[in-house]
T-cell receptor
C-alpha cells in the first residue's frame, strides 16, 4: 500500500510566525486530504486537495501530484492552531481506505 | 444531520466485556469507513462499506472485531471480549461515491477505555 511521510514530526512556533508542513507519498494518489486534530481529539477537515492550490483564510495547501507531495502553509499562526496535522492519501483505483501519515504536532506559544 | 454522528462519545468498560459503537453517516453518503487511533498514533483503517457490496474487512485486527451496516445507513462496530490494547479512539467517516473521487468526512469519534 501507499506510504505517507510527514515532516517535521514536531514544530514549536511563536504566535504570528508562518510555517510549512510537508507530506510525501510513495505512490500516486487521487484523493489527498489535510486534517487538524485539535486538543480535544476532533479531526477537522482542512483541505481536499488531490492537485493544485487552495486557500482558506490563513491556511493554504498545494499538491504537486506528479511529484507526489503536498504542502500545508500556516500563516500568522495563533494558539488555536495548536494540535496535530495529518495528511492522508488514497488511490481509488487500488484501495478504498485513506492511509494517514504519522502527523506533525504543532505547538503555538504566546 | 449535518455531519457524521458517533455514539457514545466516551465508553469505559472492563476487560472481557463486549462493546458496541455506533456511526450515523451523512445523509446520502453511500460509503462508510471505520478507523481507529491508538494513543499518540496515526489513524489505521479497520473496515469499509459501500452500498450493497461485500465490506472490505482487511483492516480488522482480530476476529473479536466485527461491523455491520443495516439498511445502507447506520453502522455498528462490535468488539467482543475487549482487551486493554483495544483502548483507542474509534472514528467513523462517510463519503459520496459515484461523482468522481470525493473526500471522507469524519465524526468526532468514540473514546474507548478498557480497564
Amino acid at each position: 500500500g501507499i506510504q505517507v511521510e510527514q515532516s517535521p514530526p514536531d514544530l514549536i512556533l511563536q504566535e504570528g510566525a508562518n510555517s510549512t508542513l510537508r507530506c510525501n507519498f510513495s505512490d500516486s494518489v487521487n484523493n489527498l486530504q489535510w486534517f487538524h486534530q485539535n486538543p480535544w481529539g476532533q479531526l477537522i477537515n482542512l483541505f481536499y486537495i488531490p492537485s493544485g492550490t487552495k486557500q482558506n483564510g490563513r491556511l493554504s495547501a498545494t499538491t504537486v501530484a506528479t511529484e507526489r507531495y503536498s504542502l500545508l502553509y500556516i500563516s500568522s499562526s495563533q494558539t488555536t492552531d495548536s494540535g496535530v496535522y495529518f495528511c492522508a492519501g488514497l488511490n481509488t483505483g487500488t484501495a478504498s481506505k485513506l492511509t494517514f501519515g504519522t502527523g506533525t504536532r504543532l505547538q503555538v506559544t504566546l | 444531520g449535518a455531519g457524521v454522528s458517533q455514539s457514545p462519545s466516551n465508553k469505559v468498560t472492563e476487560k472481557g466485556k463486549d462493546v458496541e459503537l455506533r456511526c450515523d453517516p451523512i445523509s446520502g453518503h453511500t460509503a462508510l469507513y471505520w478507523y481507529r487511533q491508538s494513543l499518540g498514533q496515526g489513524l489505521e483503517f479497520l473496515i469499509y462499506f459501500q452500498g450493497n457490496s461485500a465490506p472490505d474487512k482487511s483492516g480488522l485486527p482480530s476476529d473479536r472485531f466485527s461491523a455491520e451496516r443495516t439498511g445502507g445507513s447506520v453502522s455498528t462496530l462490535t468488539i467482543q471480549r475487549t482487551q486493554q490494547e483495544d483502548s483507542a479512539v474509534y472514528l467513523c467517516a462517510s463519503s459520496v461515491v459515484g461523482q468522481g473521487v470525493q473526500p471522507q468526512h469524519f465524526g468526532d469519534g468514540t473514546r474507548l477505555s478498557i480497564l
